[in-house]
């Protein structure tokens, strides 16, 4: 079973910058489309960002369009999440995720195992 493995969390202030990179664990794995959701304590898994892995047209969340943006590197097999203007309300641990459409919804095929985001004030 493919894993995708997420990097990139850690402690930040608010107003900084991070930026997470998930990568498949087989380097030929390949998706049509792959997102980035976040969940916080106590709270339901939420959509932050998804692509289209070609030709590369974004989707964001409301809470996070102009301040968060997915990315590709497709030499790399890797996807990005740059995170910018950080608030303390985006703490959360952050999934990437991967499947065969497009969705803003939790319906992935393939999970990471999440790596944790906190903003503090």
């Known amino acids: 079973q493919v894993q995708l493995v997420e990097s990139g969390g850690g402690l930040v202030q608010a107003g900084g910058s991070l930026r997470l990179s998930c990568a498949p664990s087989?380097?030929?794995?390949?998706?049509?489309?792959m997102g980035w959701f976040r969940q916080a304590l106590g709270k339901e898994r939420e959509f932050v960002a998804a692509?289209?892995?070609?030709?590369?047209?974004?989707y964001y969340a409301d809470s996070v369009k102009g301040r968060f943006m997915i990315s590709r590197d497709g030499a790399k097999n890797t996807l990005y999440l740059q995170m910018n203007s950080l608030k303390p309300e985006d703490t959360a641990v952050y999934y990437c995720?991967?499947?065969?459409?497009?969705?803003?919804?939790?319906?992935?095929?393939?999970w990471g195992q999440g790596t944790q985001v906190t903003v503090s004030s």
């Open positions: 995720a991967a499947g065969s459409r497009v969705t803003l919804t939790a319906d992935y095929d393939y």
């Open positions: 692509i289209r892995w070609i030709p590369g047209d974004t």
């Open positions: 087989e380097r030929t794995f390949s998706s049509y489309a």
